[in-house]
Nanobody, 113 residues
Framework: VQLVESGGGLVQAGGSLRLSCAAS????????MGWYRQAPGKERELVAA???????KYADSVKGRFTISRDNGNYTVALQMNSLKPEDTAVYYC????????WGQGTQVTVSL
């Protein structure tokens, strides 16, 4: 499974960004797709995930601000991020779980004051 991310960038606090991720390869095996993030000096953490059946999980810190969506037909997953805060600054990684975890290359999201 290969994952290609797009989106990210620099935004002021309170702004919005949208991340997208397209999967290719053995996509029929994918069970869960989602987004993780890693800030400098911190461990990688789950941001949001969605199963092929549509079940969704969000980190408490992003509930009400971020929305994850998935297009099963195209095996893409998107993360709409609103009301961004400086603490959302991190490298965001697309993830697909299909027996093992697959990762995208990561995209930087920077939120300034």
């Amino acid at each position: 499974v290969q994952l290609v991310e797009s989106g990210g960038g620099l935004v002021q606090a309170g702004g919005s960004l949208r991340l997208s991720c397209a999967a290719s390869g053995s996509i029929f095996r994918i069970i869960v797709m989602g987004w993780y993030r890693q800030a400098p000096g911190k461990e990688r953490e789950l941001v949001a995930a969605i199963t092929s059946a549509g079940s969704i999980k969000y980190a408490d810190s992003v509930k009400g601000r971020f929305t994850i969506s998935r297009d099963n037909g195209n095996y893409t997953v998107a993360l709409q991020m609103n009301s961004l805060k400086p603490e959302d600054t991190a490298v965001y990684y697309c993830n697909a779980f299909a027996i093992v975890h697959y990762w995208g290359q990561g995209t930087q999201v920077t939120v300034s004051l």
